[in-house]
């Protein structure tokens, strides 16, 4: 089982560092961290060589394409069917039991550790924060809304025609998350930045472009949860609709969107979340007037102010949990099941 | 009760295929009737059912209702199903779930909700009406299946094994309140089922499905008193 799984959660991985960029910005800098990602961060805010970053992304492109290519030659594990209504049943998993709970708080540790560095250091500094931060927090709220919404509108839009096409269902939500890691933020944004500069000023649009990219950077989340769910309706009563001779509109308002509210409350979650911690696009179009909560954070890491970035960051992660809380809580709505 | 002699619904020579299985029915069906259909796993039971219900095309052949051919939406065509399992739409309360039986939109005329009422009190849950799905008994919601099956009054009904995860006692109950479902809409029935001793209490004919062929149906009595060699093989030594 596990041999049929490892080589798609290697390539998955390895995709995902591959795009990365957050981090290596974060501590890297210097020649020898530098990856492509960042090389077109920096042939943009520092050369503004758009010849080179263009280039760059392209190169980007070509490497993540092949890998890609790789991955449709290997079967991907499935991840994403998380937090649905069905929990995995365990068998015979109580021997194994201590073991896991090593193996997972060590991992859980990468993440805890660094956040509980954040909380203790950043918690005090909360509420002497400059009143800038206040604004970017509506901004990054602003972004994320706005990505939410589109995202959740297309993602819909497509799970519906999928689920009524035959295709395989499968086979699309492993190709689509296969896409959506190896196309970069930055790549799309470069792309996008291209596209826009002669004819406007990039940064009067950095608000929607990078609520765009990000709504569609985050659509491979919401599909993998989105199109198995309208599927499963369509499979369990898609029958009973034909036999009640249902039209497509009642179908739609009084049996798929309101069964559809719990997987779409928690993608869109995902989304807010994802949307709000982005720090990608809105790196290649912000003015240094436009502040979100990523590029303060940035700003005042780059300037070692390391109280006031820890400060921002609890307020970012707090913001991001409210928003993906509230959106998951309201999918659920009164039905706790 | 054998049924009277006026057939309903004709399938000749109509053959269905499913991805490479192919089922081929040439019967008769008539009025009051109440067939079970049985046989192996496998055999093409569901597959005759979806066909008669309008969810698969026959590939070559007619089903004929009353000499005509069934309208191609399986909402059309004048029966009703119960099916194994999803026939309540989780999320909908009782009432609405009986009363999408009669329009799909659930908004019903003041008649209709009286109709609908009735068809509650008649299976006994009466007082459920406000209730979802998930806070009755599975004995319960049969129930409510089969007071939208009353409510609709469609000559022909159409069972896929839908009791079969019932225990015995409610299953007996659950076939009896068929049973008088069907003796007031006088609708002719055909039920899908695994267990021989529910064939015999709910039919009085049989439908063979094995190997990819139905047949004829057979007074129920003598098809088990002397069974042909794929009913034989299914039953074993139990009849």
């Keep these: 089982m596990l041999r049929g799984v490892l080589p798609g959660a290697f390539v998955l991985i390895f995709l995902l560092c591959l795009t990365s960029f957050t981090v290596a910005l974060a501590v890297g800098g210097g020649p020898k961290g530098t990856t492509i990602e960042l090389a077109i961060y920096q042939a943009f805010r520092f050369e503004f060589n758009l010849g080179k970053a263009a280039s760059l992304a392209t190169i980007q492109f070509g490497l993540c394409g092949i890998v890609a290519l790789l991955a449709f030659l290997v079967p991907l594990p499935k991840v994403g069917d998380i937090g649905l209504d069905r929990l995995a049943h365990q068998f015979g998993a109580r021997k194994h039991r201590r073991l896991d709970i090593i193996w997972i708080s060590g991992a859980a540790g990468f993440l805890i550790l660094p956040l509980s560095a954040i909380l203790f250091r950043g918690l005090g500094g909360i509420l002497s924060l400059p009143g800038q931060v206040f604004s970017a927090s509506i901004t990054s709220l602003l972004i994320a809304l706005i990505s939410t919404g589109v995202c959740i509108f297309l993602a819909l839009g497509l799970s519906l025609s999928i689920a009524y096409s035959r295709l395989n269902t499968q086979k699309i939500v492993e190709g689509i998350s296969v896409l959506g890691l190896s196309t970069s933020p930055l790549v799309v944004g470069t792309g996008l930045f291209l596209m826009i500069f002669p004819f406007v000023n990039p940064a009067s649009l950095a608000i929607p472009v990078t609520a765009f990219v990000n709504a569609m950077m985050a659509m491979p989340f919401a599909l993998r949860v989105l199109i198995p769910a309208v599927r499963d309706i369509y499979n369990e009563y898609l029958h009973l609709r034909l036999s009640l001779n249902m039209g497509r509109g009642i179908w739609l308002m009084r049996i798929v969107f309101p069964r559809l509210r719990r997987p779409v409350g928690f993608s869109a979650g995902l989304v807010a979340a994802l949307s709000m911690g982005d720090f990608g696009v809105i790196a290649l179009f912000a003015s240094p007037d436009l502040q979100t909560l990523p590029l303060i954070l940035y700003r005042l890491m780059g300037s070692y102010q390391m109280d006031q970035a820890a400060a921002v960051s609890v307020v970012l992660v707090a913001q991001s949990l409210f928003l993906f809380w509230i959106f998951d809580r309201g999918g659920r709505g009164h039905t706790e099941s | ?239």
């Design chain 2, 1 to 239: 009760m054998i049924a009277g002699d006026e057939d309903i619904l004709n399938l000749k020579q109509t053959c269905f295929r499913q991805g490479k299985f192919a089922l081929t029915a040439n019967f008769e069906v008539s009025k009051g009737a109440r067939i079970a259909i049985i046989g192996p796993s496998g055999g093409g039971k569901s597959t005759l059912l979806h066909g008669i219900s309008g969810f698969l095309k026959p590939t070559t052949g007619q089903v004929l209702w009353e000499g005509e051919p069934m309208s191609d939406h399986p909402g059309e065509r004048p029966l009703s199903i119960l099916f194994q399992d999803h026939n309540l739409f989780p999320h909908l309360c009782v009432a609405d779930n009986i009363a999408v039986g009669i329009n799909p939109n659930m908004r019903l005329s003041e008649e209709q909700i009286l109709l609908a009422k009735n068809a509650l009190d008649q299976v006994g849950l009466s007082e459920k009406a406000a209730d979802f799905p998930r806070d009755l008994s599975g004995g319960q919601r049969g129930r409510v299946g089969l007071a939208r099956i009353l409510l609709r009054k469609r000559p022909l009904i159409l069972l896929d094994e839908p009791f079969s995860a019932l225990g015995p006692a409610l299953k007996d109950e659950m076939l009896e309140l068929l049973s008088q479902i069907l003796d007031l809409t006088e609708a002719s029935a055909l039920m899908v089922t695994h267990d021989t001793n529910d064939a015999i209490r709910f039919g009085d004919q049989a439908i063979l499905v094995a190997e990819g062929l139905a047949h004829e149906p057979q007074e129920i009595q003598s098809l088990f008193s002397n069974p042909p060699p794929a009913l034989k093989e299914y039953i074993g030594d139990r009849a």
